[in-house]
């Protein structure tokens, strides 16, 4: 594995758990037992992902390693 992968990787990873922890305390308030932003985080993170993926894809700005992000 190359290291510009492995960079992708660890930038995904590491901007998807900062969203997950901040989005996770601002629904403290409204989530007593179910893991709110949790939930909210990985369903809005998928959707946005996809859509740019499909969009730099589609214009042609799509590399490979970006496809770890």
């Known amino acids: 594995m190359e290291l510009k992968s492995l ?3 660890f930038l995904g990873g590491g901007l998807g758990s900062c969203l997950r922890y901040g989005i996770g305390i601002l629904s ?12 909210l985080t990985n369903a809005l993170g998928c959707l ?9 894809n589609r214009v042609g ?4 390693e970006m496809t770890f992000f």
């Open 28 to 39: 403290k308030p409204f989530a007593a037992t179910f893991p709110l932003g949790t939930f």
């Open 61 to 64: 700005y799509l590399k490979t």
């Open 48 to 56: 946005l992902i996809g859509m740019l993926v499909g969009w730099l």
């Open 7 to 9: 960079l992708w990787i």
